[in-house]
């Protein structure tokens, strides 16, 4: 398997009472095409500061990070945003959708934003919100979406430009066990097209469906636990068929 | 702590946390009071000695004056006729405890620099008068001998001085001294020039061609404030057949008072408008600078509620807030005012001796505070009407609201093939409807003002292109003087409206930007690039922009016809002008938005998208 993402001594501080806060601290990273990777940790201990940095949401304070085998730390805002578009595919635990656009123009932006033409966007986007079923919600504003289709549409948002990689905090987080399982079969599709998953969760049963799981304690990864050699798509359907027996 | 301790308190503490704020709305409001503080010192700041020259000269409470042009025959018959008639029915008239004159008036000209001006001689008795006796400054009143008395306006201009030789009909006479009078306005904003001169002195000039033009009748009466109905009794004094020449009329000393300083009250009226312009345009500064906190006013609202404190309380602790910079910006213009009005008025050419700003009345006080009042309803009713409405929880969660149904426009535009980044702004342009009439409105006032600044440009062309009247050179020359001020105060208030236009903008525009900070993250995470953002949040904005342009050139307009008239030509804006101010407006005002939309979006994503 060819690598797609790589960090190297990845560091972000923020300014402290006293000395600076090392919110990430130092990670070393590397995740392969087709690979799922779940990372966990007491609240606070840096999961979502790594997942932006990696998505260039943030800039590092030290440390180089790979994208696609290109060198990303150092692009420019608008370089990042044109690489990102292409090639970072992001679900906020706090969804951050577009107020202002229905579900379906939220789903369709990353598209157009690449230059897909509208009618193969709005077609791709509403494929997708049919597979994690709230296609009869499309036409809404946010607003008036409950949370767990918020959250079902940022995943489509994030999906549609079939990234690189996907960097999903907390993506099941509001969901019930069905939307999950719907979530989860979403993502194990990821894997046979090549595409990386790293994944912030709480949930030791949405984490267990990944290839390996990092635990990260005060902005440092202090331990790998590889779940299953050769078992993404068989760990994550085997989540699955877990999450679907408590149906 | 008691209560009034703690709504002085908590205001305080609200002004501190955001002192630009309070520091931006104290500045625009002294500006504003400042200017108005200054127009309402100015008012009747030479009425004080008015009242003095008056007090010293016996100055009358009626005046009849007859007045026919010298330069036609007249009906020298009906003018003797009515002299008789105004001496015999005013002088025994009841009420009259004093009589001055009838005194002749001969109509002639006086050298002046290079050129002529218009003469009237009064003819007096050199014996003092009980009514109207001038009170002469330098030299000596009329007597024994030849010689004239000038009025003091008329020395000044010529610069002559008891002893000195002034031309008058092209022959040499001797200034006999200098007085000043209420009778008449000072030379040479008020024409034409006045000498006073013995019967003997106007034998000769009657020799030398001046002819008559007229007389003056001056009354004192019993109670001066009765002037008005004494006046109103012998209305029929002032009927003359409508073939005749002949101007007869009477004046009651506060009419003359009040037309002697037409100077200083075209200066005080001129800063009178440019105040409440500049108070208008304070206003929408305000009201958009409360808009722009009023999510954060409501949710303290919200959080006082919470602990208990009333619904009243709440009003008062707002009231409070914005009371304490009204107060100081009203104090602080008044004080101004005070400052410069003295100054100002010394220049005036028809003051009678040092100016006074008259007394701090409640009238004047009040019209000052006005625009401060305006401020403290502003930003005390609605956020406190809203947030004692809604109940607590929801003032506490009080946010941008989201919106309600998706933008047709936006959909339009889409299909029509705009650019992502347009149709993006399209859809957040109506996001906040109360948000962009408050905008809209705010840069509304700022076209109108600009409107109005361009029109007072062309006014003042035109007043540069008026050509001089011949044979009145002095006067001309303390007229350009005067409009030197005007065009002063003119230019100063329009550079001060564009600059208050584009603080609103500004304003505006920063807010525009704090609001969108989190969708312009958003669009950011997904790949949108920073000028995207940049040219979404522009164009989120110029749906105001153009609502601005639409009803603020119709405004500015009707504002101007309003003020035009009077002293200020008429000036008809070109339709370019306006095609061109209509283009302009929203260029400018999307350079204006960039400003803040660029450093929003040079900003990381991750710390925006927890903004709120």
């Known amino acids: 398997m060819s690598m797609v993402l790589e960090a190297r001594g990845l560091v972000r501080r923020y300014p402290g009472d006293g000395a600076p806060i090392r919110a990430v601290d130092g990670v070393d990273l590397v995740v392969e095409a087709g690979e799922a990777v779940s990372v966990m940790g007491p609240s606070g201990c840096g999961k979502s500061t790594l997942l932006h940095l990696l998505g260039g949401l943030e800039r590092p304070d030290a440390g180089e990070l790979y994208l696609g085998g290109a060198r990303v730390d150092g692009l420019s805002e608008t370089r990042w945003a044109v690489f990102r578009r292409r090639n970072v595919g992001f679900v906020f635990q706090a969804f951050h959708l577009v107020d202002e656009l229905t579900a379906v123009e939220n789903v369709e932006l990353p598209a157009l934003l690449v230059g897909v033409s509208r009618r193969a966007a709005r077609h791709r986007a509403m494929e997708l919100l049919e597979r994690l079923g709230v296609a009869e919600r499309a036409g809404r504003l946010p607003d008036h979406l409950s949370g767990g289709e918020r959250q079902r549409v940022a995943v489509a948002r994030a999906l549609i430009n079939q990234p690189l990689v996907v960097l999903a905090d907390e993506p099941t987080g509001n969901l019930d066990s069905r939307a999950t399982g719907d979530i989860l079969r979403l993502f194990g599709e990821l894997a046979r097209a090549g595409q990386a998953l790293l994944l912030v969760t709480h949930d030791a049963r949405v984490a267990s469906t990944a290839d390996r799981l990092l635990t990260m304690r005060d902005g440092a990864i202090v331990a790998q636990t590889r779940l299953g050699a050769g078992t993404s798509v068989a760990g994550l359907l085997a989540g699955l068929a877990e999450l679907g027996g408590e149906r | ?612």
């Open chain 2, 1 to 612: 702590m008691r209560w009034p301790g703690l709504a002085v308190r908590l205001a305080a503490r609200n002004l501190r946390r955001r002192p630009g704020q309070a520091l931006l709305l104290l500045l625009t409001l002294t500006i504003a009071t400042g200017v108005l503080g200054v127009a309402m010192s100015l008012y009747g700041s030479a009425d004080e000695p008015w009242n003095r020259t008056w007090r010293a000269t016996n100055g009358f409470h009626v005046s009849f004056t007859v007045y026919h042009p010298p330069d036609e025959p007249g009906d020298r018959a009906l003018v003797a006729a009515l002299r008789r008639r105004a001496t015999t029915q005013l002088t025994g008239a009841p009420g009259v405890v004093a009589v001055g004159g009838p005194w002749s008036h001969l109509y002639g000209s006086i050298q002046i620099g290079g050129g002529s001006e218009d003469l009237t001689a009064e003819v007096r008795d050199p014996r003092p008068s009980e009514v109207d006796q001038p009170l002469v400054t330098s030299g000596r009143w009329l007597g024994e001998g030849d010689g004239v008395v000038l009025e003091s306006g008329l020395a000044a201009t010529l610069g002559a001085s008891p002893g000195d030789t002034v031309m008058i009909q092209g022959r040499p006479f001797s200034v006999r001294g200098v007085a000043q009078t209420v009778s008449r306005g000072r030379f040479p904003l008020s024409r034409p020039a006045q000498v006073w001169v013995t019967p003997e002195t106007a034998r000769q000039l009657r020799e030398l061609g001046m002819a008559e033009e007229g007389f003056v009748l001056q009354l004192r009466l019993a109670d001066p404030t009765r002037a008005a109905e004494f006046v109103a009794a012998h209305q029929s004094l002032q009927t003359v057949p409508s073939s005749s020449s002949i101007v007869p009329y009477l004046e009651t000393w506060q009419q003359r008072r009040s037309e002697s300083h037409s100077d200083i009250d075209i200066v005080a009226g001129t800063l009178f408008a440019a105040g409440a312009l500049i108070a208008v345009l304070t206003i929408a500064t305000a009201s958009v600078l409360i808009a722009g906190r009023m999510a954060a006013q409501i949710r303290q609202v919200g959080t006082l509620k919470a602990v208990g404190v009333t619904p009243r309380q709440v009003i008062v602790v707002l009231l409070v807030e914005h009371l304490a910079i009204a107060a100081v910006a009203t104090a602080v213009g008044l004080g101004i005012g005070r400052l410069l009005a003295p100054p100002i008025a010394a220049t005036s050419v028809t003051l009678l001796g040092r100016p006074q700003p008259p007394p701090l009345t409640v009238t004047r006080v009040a019209i000052v505070a006005a625009v401060a009042v305006a401020v403290v309803l502003l930003g005390t009713v609605r956020p406190g009407l809203r947030g004692i409405r809604q109940s607590t929880l929801r003032s506490l969660a009080t946010g941008p609201r989201p919106p309600r149904r998706p933008g047709r426009l936006a959909g339009l535009a889409a299909r029509a093939g705009m650019p992502l980044p347009g149709v993006l702004g399209l859809r957040s342009a109506w996001r906040r409807p109360g948000r962009l009439l408050t905008n809209a409105t705010g840069l509304a006032l700022g076209v109108a003002m600009i409107v109005v600044a361009l029109a007072l440009r062309d006014s003042l062309e035109l007043l540069e292109l008026r050509p001089p009247e011949p044979g009145h050179a002095a006067s001309d020359a303390a007229v350009a003087v005067l409009y030197d001020q005007i065009r002063a105060i003119i230019l100063g208030t329009a550079g001060l409206l564009l600059v208050l236009a584009t603080l609103n903008a500004w304003i505006v525009a920063t807010f525009a930007a704090r609001d969108a900070a989190r969708n312009q993250a958003v669009l950011r995470a997904v790949g949108a690039t920073p000028r995207q953002t940049v040219i979404a949040l522009i164009v989120s904005q110029l749906g105001a922009c153009a609502i601005a342009v639409t009803l603020g050139i119709p405004l500015g307009l009707g504002l101007w016809s309003l003020m035009e008239g009077g002293d200020l030509p008429e000036a008809n804006l070109p339709a370019t002008s306006l095609v061109l101010l209509a283009a302009a407006v929203p260029a400018v005002f999307a350079v204006i938005v960039s400003v803040p939309a660029r450093l929003l979006a040079r900003q990381p994503v991750a710390p925006l998208l927890t903004y709120e």
